[in-house]
């Protein structure tokens, strides 16, 4: 049977590793979360809306390219790779 | 239509009190409700398939909290925003599309009275919220803090103002899901 040989582990040293307590920084958040325990079910759950309007395909369209001129251009990529 | 025109017919329309939507910005952090202008993000370009890189009105999604520069730590050097469309912008785009003023007050008018799921309608403001801008809520952003440095937010809304349209957030985003999932009860 092999057996592992430690004779060796003398010569190593365990460099202290130290973890930033981010807790030391302030401000901390103080605002309260939502929903407190993530598997359980909101409290408040939000209404589901009646969608009685959908937008269209121009509209959507239209909407880009009002997002678009309400902007500046600064920078077009162009395709590397197809 | 004009811009005028499409303000009185969104206010008849809306039931937001615009006169309580939007607050003072002086002394606020960046953060969730604030408004800025030029500020640079990625859209993306359905031609091309690319993204640009546009300066943009944008309206601060992250919390304050997530962002604080004196809160030295990981994962604090990006946020998200929602890019703002001002009304004006829209109507000459729809202008291009549609000659009469028809389809425009029929979809005027379901925004305003929030049937339209994915878009909120944001009352006028300061700059170039004069006459009002709609937030398209599937639109939204990421970009870096660096970019809040050298400029101030253009507005504010008021604690109303956030409520407003945190519930809007939430109703669009939270919504239960269509498709029935495994394990679902």
């Known amino acids: 049977m092999n057996t592992l040989d ?50 269209t395909p121009i509209e959507d369209l239209i909407l880009h390219r009002a997002t678009l001129s309400a902007g500046k251009l600064i920078f077009k990529g162009r395709l590397v790779r197809e | 239509m004009t811009e005028d025109d499409a303000h009185k017919l969104l206010s008849a329309s809306s039931t937001l009190n615009a006169g309580k939507f939007y607050g003072s910005s002086e002394g606020l952090s960046l953060g969730a409700g604030l408004i800025y202008e030029n500020i ?75 049937r339209v799921n994915r878009l909120a309608y944001l009352p006028p403001g300061p700059s170039k919220l004069a006459s009002g801008a709609f937030l398209y809520l599937n639109k939204l952003a990421s970009t870096h803090v660096c970019e809040f440095n050298a400029v101030k937010p253009v507005a504010s809304v008021s604690a109303f103002g956030l409520a407003t349209i945190d519930q809007i957030f939430a109703n669009h985003f939270l919504r239960p899901k269509s498709d029935r999932l495994s394990f679902s009860i």
């Open chain 2, 40 to 114: 640079r993000c990625p859209i993306f370009d359905i031609a091309d398939r690319v993204f640009l890189t546009l300066e943009l009105p944008v309206y601060v999604l992250t919390h304050e909290c997530d962002v604080d520069s004196t809160n030295r730590r990981a994962f604090n050097d990006y946020l998200t925003v929602c890019p703002l469309i001002p009304l004006q912008h829209f109507l000459r785009e729809h202008s291009a599309w549609f000659h009469g003023d028809t389809e425009l007050r029929c979809f005027l008018a379901a925004v305003a009275e929030r």
């Open chain 1, 6 to 55: 430690t004779s060796f582990m003398h010569h190593l040293s365990v460099e202290p590793f130290e973890v930033v307590n981010t807790r030391l920084h302030v401000p901390i958040c103080t605002s309260e979360p939502i929903f407190k325990n993530s598997t359980t079910t909101p409290e408040t759950r939000p209404s589901a809306e009646i969608i009685s309007r959908d937008i």
